[in-house]
């Protein structure tokens, strides 16, 4: 059984104003005296033509009034339910998580490229190979080649110093042959030739290959002086494939040399007077 209050709130939910119970109901407030009141019997109305029947209406049912209802209603006081309440706690951060760890940097491929080291005079050239053999006499780009070194005042003559330095070096393996590792070892090459070598007033760069490779940049710096560590002053030059491609290059690189000439004409008259 429900307590009073809560009856009388379920009924005024149901839009209930009137009720009377059929038994006496525990804990529940007296009867009104007027709700009690018997209603007069409805009449029926005889008419001559037409007899309409009246639905009765329906009499209330008598209550039948229980020594419990004339009591004072009882609170009930609410128990605590068996069923424990669950209380969400708001998650936080746990501060001991480990952070992920970064990724690993993918290893890149190993560029290729074919380079050699020649002496000039008070000048080192490191140029590239286009075909990745040694030059021969009758080779375009060789020719090219000794063609700027007598526009340049230098012996057109060059010496080798040492073997083609070829990139990747081995087929196999699980060695590091990316870019960084390719300048570290061209870099450390030149260094130990130059250690070798008398001095070197300036060192050619001739190439894609040497001046990314020795002189860390890149076709940006063509026709510019550069200033290496442990290397000195280079000057950057275009490859002579591609010189021989496109020969309005050359007008620009002659006036290039022009600028860069004193560096190795000085060089050569201090070597003279000593």
């Known amino acids: 059984m429900i307590p009073e209050l809560r009856r009388r709130a379920y009924l005024s939910a149901m839009q209930v104003a009137n009720w009377l119970p059929r038994v006496a109901l525990p804990f529940a407030a007296a009867s009104r005296p007027e709700l009690l009141t018997p209603l007069e019997p409805a009449r029926e109305v005889l008419e001559l033509e037409e007899v309409a029947p009246v639905a009765p209406a329906v009499a209330p049912a008598t209550t039948i009034e229980h020594p ?75 020719l090219l080649l000794k063609d700027l070194l007598r526009a340049a005042g230098l012996p057109d003559s060059p010496q080798l110093i040492g073997e083609p330095v070829r990139w990747p070096l081995l087929v196999r393996g699980n060695l590091d042959q990316g870019p960084q590792a390719a300048l570290e070892y061209v870099q ?67 006036q290039a040399m022009r600028r860069v000439m004193r560096r190795w004409q000085q060089s050569q008259v201090e070597s003279t007077n000593e």
């Open 188 to 254: 450390g090459f030149i260094s130990a030739r130059l250690e070798e070598e008398s001095a070197c007033a300036c060192l050619w760069l001739v190439g894609l290959p040497a001046v990314r490779f020795a002189g860390e940049a890149g076709a940006e710096a063509y026709n510019r002086e550069l200033q290496i560590d442990e290397l000195g002053s280079a000057w950057a030059l275009p490859g002579l494939e591609l010189l021989m491609d496109e020969p309005a290059r050359k007008a620009e690189l002659w």
């Open 68 to 142: 419990l209802a004339l009591e004072r209603p009882k609170v009930e006081v609410p128990r605590p339910s068996a069923v424990p309440r669950v209380s969400v706690k708001p998650e936080v951060p746990d501060e001991a998580a480990p952070e992920p760890s970064p990724a690993k940097p993918v290893p890149q491929p190993p560029p290729r490229f074919a380079l050699q080291l020649l002496r000039a005079g008070q000048c080192v050239l490191l140029v590239e190979l286009p075909t990745g053999e040694p030059f021969t006499s009758r080779d375009p780009a060789y």
